[in-house]
């Protein structure tokens, strides 16, 4: 999985994911060999144990994974506070100045993930824009609300 | 068509309404944080929680800085929104760690992630949904509340090949009529016809349900029904048709019925368990634990 590599990459971290690999159209998953096993009829598996993520032009991380990033020593992280975090999760970029903490340089096109106290609510990559450094969103869990317009919710 | 089913309430027993309303309810996600942490948060931004007593990881919730649907703790996957009775059938099904189960109507998912829970993450769910409108639902509540140990499939349940595995445990949440108490516009939609064939659905998934289940495995049959074609008429059925037995659920709502529109069922059918929305406050619901011997 060159992408997912790639990402870890920019986002600084190292993860190397155990299981069975395993590709759905655009998607990528590790699958425990358990799990794996009951996998018997593959034309129609529409998911299949932890999904990593997503390539779309570019890798873009699961919120399982992005979970499991936020709680290890190592990546890119920057932290923010309750209103910058529910902005980010509406899609917004986050500003160097608003970031409350980083860990981790700030270079350009540096991926870094967003933090509200242990919960990683994101990423996004850093650019400058008028001589401003910000944290451009390229992902963030708001996508689950933005996904769940127009589908049926449980009963 | 509200009168004629309101009618057939009162035959059943029951002087509904039509227009009861159930409470909003939240499933603690205990895959990714203990239930006492999850309340913590919710409490922190003024939510009003009470435990619903005969449900392990089931609330109500009012109030608090922002809906249910849209805070920090639910696009974290901590909780999920699942009516009250909805989240019942998991409870008497009661996956344990390392079991092979198999939910068969799954989409969207809510009950899905509820199996995982239980299990752990340890052990498989195979969920099974012909729609894959709604499949991508249960997708997505995969992926927030953080299970790792499901396979999930766009097919009929009946014709997967599910590659010679029987499993220990079965969910059918059969497709049904549904209720009034959470779709207002439930009595312009159904009519009787409506009913009977989905009757006839819920006989066929049942007979393949069956099949996938290993002897001595559990199969809980539930529906948001309130008409009994679906619900103790079914399980008559299975018991006339099916090597099964009953096992008795002891819980809220109440026996189902034994006499239902002049016809008399075996007693074995009051093991089963009804919610009728105005003694449990919850949606209309029906509950079956079958055992394969």
Known sequence: MRELKDFLTAVGASYEPVGVRMNLNDRRFVVAPEVAAQIHDKGRLVYAGKLLGRTRGEFIPSAGLLRELGKMQGPNKVWVDEKVGWLFACGRDVFAESMLKAEGELAEDACFLVMLGGDCLGYGRVETAEGRTILRNVFDVGDFLRRERGIEWDR | ?293
């Open chain 2, 1 to 293: 068509m509200k009168e004629i089913f309101l009618e057939r309430y009162r035959r059943l027993g029951h002087e509904l309404m039509g227009d009861e309303r159930t409470r909003r309810a939240i499933r603690i996600n205990t895959l990714l944080e203990s239930r006492e942490a999850v309340v913590g948060k919710l409490e922190a931004r003024g939510a009003k929680l009470t435990p619903i007593p005969w449900l392990r990881d089931g609330l109500y919730i009012e109030g608090g800085e922002s809906s249910a649907g849209a805070s920090f703790e639910y696009l974290l996957g901590l909780y999920s929104i699942q009516e009250a009775a909805a989240q019942y059938p998991v409870e008497v099904l009661a996956p344990e760690t390392g079991e092979l189960v198999l939910d068969m109507c799954a989409a969207p998912g809510g009950k899905t992630t509820q199996v995982a829970a239980w299990m752990g993450n340890r052990g498989v769910v195979v969920a099974v949904d012909v729609r894959r409108d709604r499949l991508y639902a249960l997708e997505n509540n995969l992926e927030r509340t953080g299970v790792e140990n499901c396979v999930a499939y766009c097919a009929d349940a009946g014709g997967l090949d599910y590659g010679g595995t029987l499993f220990d445990r079965i969910l059918l949440d059969a497709p049904c009529s549904g209720n009034y108490v959470t779709d207002r516009e439930w009595f312009k939609k159904r009519d009787i016809g409506d009913v009977e064939k989905n009757a006839m659905e819920q006989r066929r998934l049942l007979g393949t349900a069956l099949g996938q289940l290993r002897q001595g495995g559990t199969l809980v049959y539930t529906t948001c029904s309130l008409e009994p074609e679906e619900d103790e008429l079914n399980v008559q059925w299975l018991l006339e048709n099916h090597d099964v037995k009953l096992s008795e659920i002891n819980g809220p709502g109440c026996p189902a019925l034994t006499e239902v529109f002049g016809r008399s069922l075996s007693p074995e059918v009051a093991k089963c368990r009804r919610f009728w929305p105005d003694e449990t406050g919850t949606q209309g619901f029906f509950v079956a634990k079958v055992v394969k011997p």
